[in-house]
């Protein structure tokens, strides 16, 4: 299957990353390599781009895309929870600039084999990564009932969660997809399945997030792209939900103002210094033509901050 897609505001990344030959670039989400196709025709001669992913069908495809940079292109196979490590294994100390473009990926969603995509049946998956045992079906055949609502409501937001979440314990074992959207939906008030999206929308979203511990990752992978930044260097972060926005907002703000002395204190006396400055105050959207030729860029938020 070919591993590609239109990547999303494309323009405002190559504008806002605002980088120049010679620069050490790392995408943390490497995809179809639509990004990081325009990064490196702006960073060579003389840059290097680092493109991580947990995919290697991902992987697989975007380096041979971008093969014809030679080796201007690294391709890494993992998570950019690890940027720390993974530097440090190609003896590079900092970096000018990092984009994450949080979420699945659309092949990830049409390939019925994954187990992503509530419109097909397939065995419950939704690794990321498939080289990782844990899976879908782990989490829907051996978490708790306590266990299941929590992160339906957190991960997922769901309003039924603790229903939904006892009609999977009761109906064990769920092998696969079709059979999980059937116990959702039976689950779910006929009343409340007629209105909104698919009424398994939510309770997938939120066993792929458990799953790949993708809100872990992104925290993580935030402080730590932060922290290899070098002075002047750009962070651009494409979010498409309300969680991992939030932990983009709060995880900048945190950096821009990491005072923790009392609102009523003359002066500062914590000793906390700002590592960064928030370039975008409020979240850049999609608008007109992207929209147009590219319906996933509606929901896609970016934020941007340059380390200090």
């Not at 879908?136 to 769901?158: C, H, K, M, P, Q």
């Not at 008030?189 to 997030?209: D, E, N, V, Y």
């Not at 792209?225 to 651009?236: A, D, F, P, W």
């Not at 000793?271 to 370039?279: H, T, V």
Request: with cysteine.
């Amino acid at each position: 299957m070919k591993f590609s897609h239109r990547p999303v505001l494309y323009k405002e990344i190559l504008s806002l990353l605002d980088c120049k030959p010679g620069d050490i670039i790392v995408d943390g989400t490497l995809g179809g390599g639509g990004h990081a196709y325009g990064i490196l025709e702006k960073i060579t001669p003389g840059g290097i781009l680092i493109g991580i992913d947990r995919d290697p069908e991902a992987l697989g495809y975007s380096t041979k895309r971008l093969s014809k940079f030679g080796d201007s292109f690294i391709s890494i196979q993992g998570n950019f929870s690890n940027i720390d490590s993974i530097l440090e294994g190609l003896n590079i100390s900092s970096i000018d600039g990092m984009v994450l473009d949080i979420g699945i990926s659309s092949p990830q969603v049409d390939n019925p084999n994954r187990g992503f995509s509530y419109m097909h049946n397939a065995p419950l998956d939704m690794r990321m990564n498939p080289d990782q045992e844990f899976s879908a079906y782990d989490v829907v055949n051996t978490y708790s009932r306590s266990e299941l609502s929590r992160i339906l409501w957190e991960y997922g937001e769901e309003r039924w969660s603790s229903r939904i979440a006892k009609f999977i314990v009761d109906n064990r074992p769920i092998e696969t997809t079709g059979e999980l959207v059937e116990v959702i939906k039976a689950a779910i008030p006929a009343g409340a399945r007629r209105k909104g999206p698919h009424p398994a929308k939510r309770t997938f979203q939120a066993i792929r997030i458990e799953v790949n511990r993708e809100l872990e990752s992104l925290k993580i992978g935030l402080e730590k792209g932060i922290e290899v930044l070098k002075s002047g260097g750009r962070l651009c972060v494409i979010s498409f939900h309300s969680l991992e926005d939030t932990i983009v907002k709060r995880t900048f703000k945190n950096y821009e103002n990491p005072c923790i002395c009392p609102n009523d204190a003359p002066i500062c006396i914590c000793g906390r210094k700002p590592k960064i400055k928030i370039i975008t105050r409020k979240p850049l959207t999609a608008k007109g033509e992207e929209l147009k030729i590219n319906p996933r860029a509606r929901s896609a938020k970016l934020r941007v901050c340059q380390k200090l």
